[in-house]
């Protein structure tokens, strides 16, 4: 039986209609109509549809004439939000008010659910509801996103009287509470983009609700609707609230976005706002975009899109800015609350603007721009909206600015100033007046690398990282303490702006991005001294992250080596620091505090190696004084007295205590981290069990490191009984929803071998409760006993979009580097691979196939991207030698990687 036949005569119509309609819009819509002739149409296709099943339900709830007159007398259909607006997307949701006199009166109740359920029938997304006026305009005034669709309503059907009330009373009651409301819609809509990416920028922009998309276009409505009364964009022009340049962003990112909307609803045949990468690619090829040789196809065609959406971004932005109600501060001019700088600023209680006077010289100066912008970094002001207008209109069409040696400083100057920088230097960058200053800025400008190791455009991820940058001068970390110490502060953050110009050319970007540095170094008068540590913190700025995320930071060659390639504490303190905010403005929570720990434990190693202070006694010290707490706190289980004493009659005599001499020699083997205070008390756990461990005896522990946000699971056992275990270890976390950070393989007297991972819990935001950690452990020393392991269950990661992911697109390839030099006793297996569920159990059950022993591990997870580092030797722990076998394990770990990612 066919589903129709489960529906009314309407609906079936209905559904007919509907698919029918869509078809010739769809049609229209390929021939190149514009987005808003399709939505329209659209729209009015939805209203027919609508009014039919209406008529259906009323006929089927009314028995006469009379009582039909009735009830559409007391009674009005209102589209709202998108639908109401008339630019809904093909396939969006209907958002439908029945409006009546009063929820009692007889009738409606029954019009509703029938109404509601033919509108589901037919099978359309449907946000009905059923209020009186007073209902409506009370939840309105306290819910921003209820207020922002009822805005857009219109009259359908029904009682024009009782809509034509509704929508007066509501505008009037906005108008009056228009300060209280403005703060509730502003906040809502700075929460709606946090949740889909603060920035423009970002890797997969959601066309209707990212920053600069559909929805700052609506937001310039709510807020002309509530500030002045009037939400269209043609009659806010019209009363000169908005300028030509704004009125004319609008339209054609209005115009735009809704073609590029409907094409990838009409494509997906549902709805779908997310750029993802396989709709970038088949869009760029759709629009015309050819790669070139210094860029594809979609980072060409996300360029655009990204052009379009920041000037979108930024014309909100303003609109909102200038119609904030003005607070009594920013009316003040009286003599006392206001200061003249220079002749020329004027410095109130929270902004800095040019004297009226003056404007006209100021903005078109770029010396006077960036004096202002300094000052409003040093007073920690706010350029006030008129002065920072004007600028922005000249300088935007102003074709030639010439950098002269004045500009020049007065640009270092500012970059000296960490206060309000980010802003300031996004500022510069929306006028074109940084790639003025760096001409190199040009080419980065919305330049997304298609891989997804960033989150965000070129552009955008250096200003990010000149934010995180300022903003470590907060924390009273070893890394904010750096920071604040720096003496030379501008020619870090302009470190951070250059760091990444490379991309995007052919050859090495660091290389690429080394000659950048000379150049504008050149271009900005810089000193000889400081031109040679800016190109070579561009030049190395991955190197502090490749050492400590790659290299064991215990082997003191590892630290003796960096320190000779860095030379001096002021390039180290900088690339401590530049390391930091550049995985910092990677992507959300890839700086985690683990990864800090490691980049900090590398910085304060080198740091005492470059100061010239001997590290040897100091750390050979510093170890004995632990080693003796150690022993103290084992004294309560195990007799540890360095002496024994035997008495013989008269005699007695003393000798070495063997206990206290078998403490020691399992001491003697602990890295330096598991010997410093807060970790001795676990320590000693550990030390006391591992000591008591027989044959086929194994022991786990589950810690919880609240500071790091990491657990920390530890195996105790003899080696024997861990042999060929490595591998199901790891496929038992990960199965289990963790993310291994890092494996610690400590190898002990007497046969035992103590193993610890470090591991983020995927499944808890916080700590994970006892009963997993228990049932984790119960599920370790399964995979241990079990005398043949089988392959474990990794679970399915169900994902909402049906979008082609960087690894099935696979833009950059799978690599394996061996090397032999590095470590002295071990070989170093580096993966580089693209992220997949039960990736690093492959990895690890392949080098134990290939006969390898693991001695370390050191997992690195960036977005989606592992970077996983291996210290391996052969079943006699000798370093791998022989170069055929080095090329199986090379070929054999790629060809496991391969069959992974598809």
Not at 788 to 816: D, H, Q, R, Y
Request: charged share 25%; with cysteine; glycine share 4%.
């Amino acid at each position: 039986m066919s589903s129709a036949h489960c529906f009314n005569k309407a609906v079936n119509q209905a559904r007919e209609d509907l698919a029918a309609r869509r078809k010739r819009l769809k049609s229209q819509h390929d021939k190149g109509s514009p987005g808003i002739q399709v939505c329209a149409g659209l729209a009015d296709m939805l209203d027919g549809i609508i009014l039919d099943l209406y008529q259906a339900a009323l006929d089927s709830v009314t028995s006469s004439d009379a009582e039909r007159e009735i009830l559409e007398h007391n009674i009005a259909l209102v589209p709202h939000g998108g639908y109401g607006r008339q630019d809904v997307a093909p396939y969006s949701d209907v958002d439908l008010m029945l409006l009546c006199t009063s929820a009692s009166q007889p009738g409606v109740t029954k019009l509703a659910r029938a109404l509601s359920q033919n509108i589901y029938d037919v099978g359309l997304t449907l946000g009905f509801s059923t209020r009186t006026n007073k209902e409506a305009i009370s939840l309105a005034l306290q819910d921003p996103k209820i207020f922002t669709s009822l805005i857009e309503s219109r009259f359908l059907h029904g009682s024009v009287q009782l809509f034509t009330n509704f929508f007066s009373r509501f505008k009037t009651r906005s108008r009056r509470k228009w300060k209280s409301v403005l703060q509730l819609v502003a906040q809502a809509r700075r929460d709606e983009r946090a949740t889909v990416g603060a920035a423009v920028h970002v890797l997969k922009p959601n066309v209707k609700r990212s920053p600069g998309s559909l929805r700052d276009l609506q937001y310039v409505r709510w807020l002309g609707f509530l500030v002045h009364g009037e939400q269209e964009p043609q009659e806010l022009y019209r009363r000169n609230i908005l300028s030509k340049a704004d009125y004319k962003i609008i339209r054609s990112g209005r115009d735009y976005l809704l073609q590029l909307r409907n094409e990838m609803h009409f494509h997906a045949g549902k709805a779908q706002d997310v750029l993802n990468p396989n709709e970038q690619m088949r869009l760029a090829t759709l629009n015309g975009f050819e790669d070139q040789d210094d860029r594809l196809a979609v980072e060409q065609f996300m360029q655009h899109y990204f052009n379009c959406t920041s000037q979108v971004r930024y014309t909100a932005k303003h609109f909102y800015a200038s119609s904030k109600p003005r607070g009594w501060r920013t009316r003040l001019a009286f003599p006392g609350f206001v200061r003249i700088l220079h002749g020329k600023f004027r410095l109130g209680p929270s902004n800095i603007g040019a004297v009226p006077k003056h404007l006209d010289q100021i903005k078109t100066n770029l010396e006077d721009v960036l004096q202002l912008m300094e000052l409003a970094s040093h007073y920690n002001r706010r350029i006030d909206h008129a002065t920072w207008t004007a600028i922005r209109n000249t300088m935007i069409s102003s074709k030639e600015i010439e950098l002269s040696q004045p500009v020049a400083a007065q640009f270092m100057a500012l970059l000296s100033k960490p206060v309000r920088l980010g802003d300031q230097l996004r500022r510069l960058h929306r006028m074109r007046v940084l790639e003025k200053c760096i001409p190199a800025f040009h080419h980065a400008r919305c330049l997304l690398q298609f891989n997804e190791y960033h989150k965000y455009t070129v552009d955008e991820h250096s200003l990010q990282a000149v934010e995180f940058a300022t903003a470590f001068a907060q924390e009273t970390s070893t890394l904010g303490k750096t920071y604040s110490g720096l003496t030379n502060k501008g020619l870090m953050h302009l470190t951070l702006l250059l760091h990444d110009l490379g991309k995007g050319f052919p050859g090495d970007h660091s290389e690429v991005g080394e000659t950048i540095a000379r150049e504008t170094a050149k271009r900005l008068g810089l000193s000889k001294h400081d031109t040679e540590v800016l190109a070579w913190l561009v030049l190395k700025h991955l190197r502090m992250a490749h050492t400590a995320f790659r290299h064991d930071l215990q082997d003191e060659n590892v630290i003796v080596r960096f320190a000779a390639e860095v030379g001096s504490v002021e390039k180290l303190n900088m690339l401590f620091i530049m390391t930091c905010a550049d995985l910092a403005a990677v992507g959300p929570n890839v700086l985690n505090q683990w990864k800090q720990d490691l980049i900090t434990e590398l910085f304060q190693k080198t740091k005492q190696q470059l100061s010239g202070k001997s590290t040897g006694k100091y750390a050979q010290d510093w170890i004995t004084l632990q080693s003796e707490k150690l022993l103290a706190q084992l004294s309560s289980t195990l007799d540890t007295s360095k002496e024994s004493v035997t008495v013989s009659g008269a005699n007695k005599s003393t000798e070495p205590n063997k206990s206290y001499q078998a403490c020691q020699n399992y001491i003697d083997m602990l890295p330096p981290a598991m010997l410093v205070n807060k970790q001795l008390s676990a320590t000693a756990e550990y030390l006391q069990a591992v000591m008591q461990i027989e044959d086929d005896q194994i022991k786990t522990w589950a810690r919880f490191h609240p500071q790091q946000n990491v657990v920390e699971y530890a195996i105790a056992a003899k080696a024997d009984s861990l042999a060929g275990c490595f591998h199901r270890i790891t496929g038992v976390l990960s199965s289990q929803q963790n993310s291994i950070l890092s494996v610690e393989i400590i190898e002990l007297p007497n046969g035992h071998v103590l193993d610890r991972f470090f591991v983020t819990d995927l499944a808890s935001n916080q700590e994970p409760p006892v009963h997993r950690l228990d049932d984790i452990q119960e599920k370790i020393n399964r995979s241990i006993q079990e005398q043949k392991a089988s392959k474990p269950s990794f679970p399915t990661v169900w994902s909402g979009t049906s979008e082609t992911t960087a690894a099935e697109l696979n833009p950059l390839p799978t690599k394996v580097n061996l090397d032999n030099v590095t470590a002295e006793k071990y070989t170093i297996v580096t993966v580089f691979a693209y992220d997949r569920i039960g990736l690093l159990y492959k990895i690890t059950k392949a080098l134990y196939d290939l006969k390898c022993e693991i001695h370390l591990a050191k997992i690195g997870t960036y977005i989606d991207q592992v970077v996983d580092v291996f210290y391996v030797t052969d079943r006699e722990n000798n370093k791998i030698d022989s170069k055929e076998r080095l090329d199986n394990i090379r070929e054999t770990l790629l060809a496991k990687i391969e069959r992974t990612n598809k």
